[in-house]
């Protein structure tokens, strides 16, 4: 029969572990998407932008929860997290948006799901800001239910008298 070589308390260990890793690679995809994105130029317009800062803020504020956990780095992060969710789902409009002018330029009559599939087989690729929701939504999980979340237990008072 196998024994359990772990310690007791193990399990708030390998979550920690965990939670540092999967912060680890999230930064190391935030970089690499931005390093991709400049590389394509993915900063001649204004829009083109948000994901730019979205990743450099998400790249400052994972470091800063690595390096200096606190309650407000933890929440700071979440928020950039779930406004790259946000964008990066507003990304595949706007990728959709202008394939499907672009294709009703050269085709006005298209509409429906040929639009659609032509759309998403644009010049412009459809679903790569998904890549930036992902890097949110993984950066959401890592903070999943965080022990700096937590509010500490309420101390308990005594019952006040009425006088």
């Known amino acids: 029969m196998a024994q359990n070589l772990e310690p007791a308390d193990s399990g708030g260990l390998v979550l920690d572990r965990l939670r540092g890793m999967l912060l ?12 991709e994105l400049c590389l394509l130029r993915h900063f001649e317009k204004i829009p083109q932008r948000i994901p730019l800062v979205l990743l450099g803020a998400g790249t400052l504020s994972g470091a800063a929860l690595l390096l200096r956990p606190g309650r407000a780095a933890l929440r700071l992060f979440q928020a950039v997290m779930g406004t790259a969710l946000a964008a990066g789902l507003l990304g595949v409009c706007l990728h959709l948006q202008g394939n499907a002018e672009f294709e ?42 965080h022990p700096r979340v937590r509010n500490p237990p309420a101390t308990a008072r005594p019952p006040q008298e009425d006088h």
């Open 24 to 35: 680890a690679l999230l930064l190391a995809g935030m970089l690499g998407t931005a390093a």
């Open 104 to 145: 009703r330029e050269r085709s006005p009559s298209l509409e429906g799901a040929a639009l659609l599939w032509k759309s998403l087989r644009g010049a412009t690729p459809a679903l790569a800001p998904l890549a930036l929701a992902q890097l949110g939504l993984l950066g959401l999980v890592a903070t999943y239910r």
